[in-house]
Each structure stands twice: as structure tokens, then as C-alpha cells.
């Protein structure tokens, strides 16, 4: 993609890359984890595609502006009460305080994604974090007769990077539509 960004004096041609893009969210990813909660993520292997994934509590937030689409924070319960315990600074983390948590972290991740991009790119616009609960599938995978559960369905184009600490307590997945 192309756009023209206006600087003091005139406009310049600015190139932005998906790669540009996924390098920036995962450095957010970490800043965040590192500066909020003093925690070292992992990153993992970086699929150029969405994959269902198996989460019990999502953070969603839109991005808007020069490009426009969503980050998704996906993560099992016991890694949202770890990082609830730890952002929320509580000794226990019961439903109200994941939502609390969760929504903070989206918000913060996409915040600092917005902050990175916005000053190597251009404008950039974040909605409220919606926190969701149940299964991530793409629309195009077919609605299992016998699940009954919750499932939440996305679109199929993006990025889907797993994260973890070292010693496994945390693991989440990070998932960027743009």
C-alpha cells in the first residue's frame, strides 16, 4: 500500500508493509507485557493467516485511520487470571477483574501500536476494547452441530502470533486484521 503523508513542507511517499505492520504489534505485544507487568514474552512462529483458536477470554479493539481492521488478544482463563493478578496488581482475579484486565491489556497493546505506527505512518484511530468470551473460527469453518458453546467467527485475512513466558504461565495469542 501507498499513501502520500503530509510533513512540514510538503507530502512524501510512504510504503507500508504487513511485515511492517506484524514487526510493530509484536514489539507492542512485548513493550506492553514488559513496561505494564514486568513480564518477558516469547514470541512465536507468525502464521501470515487466521487459524481458530481455542480462548476463553478475547480483547478486541479497532484500528482506524490510514488502514483500517482489528487486534485480538485471544488467551486461555488461567493466563487471563495471571495477567489480571498482575496488571490489576489483586491477589485474586475473579470475573469482573479479568474483563477489567483483558480489556486494559487489548487497549494498552493497541495504544501502543497506534503510538509506534502513528509516528512512522500517520493518523490512526483505536475504538473501545470489547472483551468476548468462547471459541475464535473463521467464518469459513463450518458451525460443529453437536457445539454447543459460544464461538465468535472472524475473517479469514491477517495474522496470527502466539506468545508465551518462558516458563509457560502465560500464553496468548495475538491476532492483527488490517
Given at each position: 500500500m501507498l499513501a502520500l503523508h503530509y510533513f512540514q513542507g510538503g507530502f512524501r511517499l510512504a510504503?507500508?508493509?504487513?511485515?511492517?505492520?506484524?514487526?510493530?504489534i509484536m514489539s507492542?505485544?512485548?513493550?506492553?507485557?514488559?513496561?505494564?507487568?514486568?513480564?518477558?514474552?516469547?514470541?512465536?512462529?507468525?502464521?501470515?493467516?487466521?487459524?481458530p483458536v481455542d480462548s476463553d477470554v478475547t480483547g478486541i479493539v479497532g484500528i482506524a485511520g490510514d488502514r483500517v481492521g482489528y487486534i485480538i488478544i485471544a488467551t486461555d482463563k488461567a493466563s487471563a487470571q495471571c495477567v489480571a493478578k498482575e496488571l490489576l496488581m489483586v491477589d485474586e482475579a475473579d470475573e469482573e477483574c479479568i474483563r477489567d484486565a483483558m480489556g486494559e491489556l487489548a487497549n494498552n497493546i493497541a495504544g501502543a501500536f497506534k503510538t509506534k505506527y502513528h509516528a512512522q505512518y500517520g493518523s490512526v484511530a483505536l475504538g473501545l476494547p470489547l472483551v468476548v468470551s468462547g471459541q475464535l473460527r473463521t467464518v469459513s469453518d463450518p458451525p460443529d452441530e453437536s457445539d454447543q458453546?459460544?464461538?465468535?467467527?472472524?475473517?479469514?485475512?491477517?495474522?496470527?502470533i502466539p506468545f508465551k513466558t518462558a516458563d509457560g504461565t502465560i500464553s496468548i495469542t495475538v491476532m492483527v486484521y488490517m
Open positions: 510504503s507500508i508493509t504487513f511485515e511492517e505492520i506484524m514487526f510493530t507492542a505485544t512485548q513493550d506492553t507485557f514488559k513496561s505494564y507487568m514486568n513480564i518477558d514474552l516469547l514470541a512465536g512462529k507468525v502464521e501470515k493467516k487466521v487459524e458453546a459460544a464461538s465468535i467467527n472472524v475473517q479469514c485475512k491477517g495474522v496470527t
